[in-house]
């Protein structure tokens, strides 16, 4: 058989899962890493498309390369794989990712790398590329291999401040090291990371793998602040009088709220701070679990409500139910995750919509009081509207409430200041390069898109560096 056709007789295979039994008592991943057998068999499956060379053109294809945000270069470092060459597929996975074992755990591979792989539309199934780079990247680590974070490079003598270290931080602060540019990162938090860290749970991406990346930022020169929040105008004064440049990377930081009756009681929870709650648990910092044997209702259809109903099972909720407005194939989160929360005893509550939380005399939540949905006619957009039930009022009775509806950005004391022009949802604007209204400040992430995804945060932050050097003079 042509060795372009061998997805026709390899079947998909994707990371081997924990039984759900096991995994609800523990906040350890859910999936198992590639094996190398199954990364080099799985690796065989890739045809190797010409992505470069019809990189531009105008095309009905997708390809891998083209359906990432930072458009990794994905065809090279799976040959390398196939070869054997592991130094090789490290250094291409690396070149342009700026933390790709982490990307490979948390990007939602499906719609993006995976399905814009040419092989995703026939019935054999894309290439595992997410898996296959996660186990490439720890098999380069266990040879004593590190990423470039300019370590032989000589100093260039400009400072950048990064304010945030979430993705779009974190990758702002690689390619400036890169170039042998000094860096103080400031981070609000007790530890690093962002919304990697606090935001997503440990049962999705251990937290070991994201502090490994700050250790290897900070053995290269890097400077990280914790628990220094930046507030006031003063901070950025002093900030624009100390460094060249300044890159805003401070993400989405509200949760939204569900707009109901009662939405202040006690026992109504935004998902970050059961997320984070979560996981200073997991750190060992306490041992409390403030949903053990509550009967737990979250809010939301997307993967930080699947976050939320996960979290809560291995926090020894007594039952836990996901309320959601659409059915279950207008869901905005991952297929996978609906799936492994059905697994692990979730109940689902579709066309369901929040009204009023009922509350006792103190004012903590005995319940939920909904109404029932229908789809109706499509809307411009071709989505099709929602609709109330009429009379159609029942109640779902709880102690907890989770509000897992998104996040919105925050305008900071220190914006107008700082002559920051900022959108119509308090977004920051910035242009191509990621630079702000202000020539020496520079933003990306959730800041500047909203809450959005790890890759594209590190898309604006690999932006932000490369334009950054260019205005410095320096060259990669």
């Known amino acids: 058989m042509n060795k372009k056709k061998q997805y026709l007789k390899i079947k998909k295979e994707t990371p081997r899962k924990r039984e759900a039994e096991q995994r609800v008592v523990d906040f350890y991943p859910t999936y198992h890493l590639f094996s190398k057998e199954e990364a080099d068999t799985q690796s065989l499956r890739c045809i190797k498309c010409p992505v470069d060379l019809l990189k531009g053109l105008e095309s009905e294809f997708s390809f891998c390369r083209t359906g990432c945000p930072l458009e990794n270069k994905i065809p090279i470092w ?23 074992e982490i990307l490979g755990m948390v990007c939602p591979h499906d719609v993006l790398c995976q399905g814009g792989c040419t092989i995703a539309k026939t019935e054999s199934g894309s290439v595992s590329i997410g898996a296959i780079e996660v186990y490439l990247n720890e098999q380069a680590f266990k040879m004593g291999l590190k ?118 009681a006690h026992g109504v929870y935004h998902v970050m701070d059961i997320l984070k709650h979560a996981q200073k ?42 309320a959601y407005r659409r059915d279950e194939a207008n869901m905005p989160g991952s297929v996978k995750e609906v799936i492994n929360a059905k697994e692990e005893g979730v109940i689902f509550e579709f066309y369901t919509a929040p009204k009023e939380v009922i509350i006792d005399k103190g004012r903590h939540v005995k319940g939920l009081l909904c109404q029932r949905t229908q789809l109706g006619k499509p809307d411009e957009s ?43 949802w308090g977004d920051i604007i910035v242009d191509d390069e990621k630079r702000t209204s202000n020539a020496r400040i520079y933003a990306g992430g959730d800041a500047v898109r909203g809450a959005d995804l790890a890759v594209t945060a590190a898309a604006d932050g690999r932006k932000a560096a490369l334009a950054m050097l260019k205005k410095f003079n320096i060259n990669l």
């Open 78 to 100: 799976i040959e390398k794989v196939k070869e054997g060459d592991i130094k090789g597929a490290f250094e291409a996975s690396n070149e342009i990712s700026p933390f790709p």
């Open 147 to 264: 990423p470039d974070y300019g370590q032989n490079r000589q100093k260039s003598g400009k400072r950048v401040a990064v304010i945030g270290s979430g993705p779009a931080g974190m990758s702002c602060a690689t390619f400036l090291l890169r170039g042998g540019v000094e860096v103080d990162m400031f981070e609000k938090s007790d530890r690093p990371g962002g919304l990697l860290t606090y935001g997503i749970p440990n049962f999705k991406i251990k937290k070991d793998v994201i502090l490994r990346r700050f250790n290897w930022m900070q053995e290269a020169g890097m400077n990280l602040h914790l628990n220094s929040d930046i507030q006031s105008s003063e901070q950025l004064k002093r900030m624009l009088d100390d460094y060249d440049a300044i890159f805003v990377g401070i993400g989405a930081p509200s949760s939204r709220g569900a707009r109901m009756k009662n939405e202040d």
């Open 281 to 322: 648990r997991v750190f060992e910092d306490f041992y409390e679990s403030i949903l053990e044997n509550k009967h737990v209702v979250v809010i939301g259809g997307g993967d930080s409500a699947m976050d939320a109903v996960r979290t809560s099972v291995r926090m020894k909720a007594k039952s836990v139910r996901c």
């Open 382 to 424: 071709g989505r099709r509207k929602l609709e109330v039930i009429e009379n159609s009022e029942f109640t779902l009775e709880c102690d907890v409430i989770i509000l897992a509806l998104g996040f919105d950005n925050v305008e900071f004391p220190w914006y107008d200041d700082a002559q920051i022009n900022t959108g119509k």
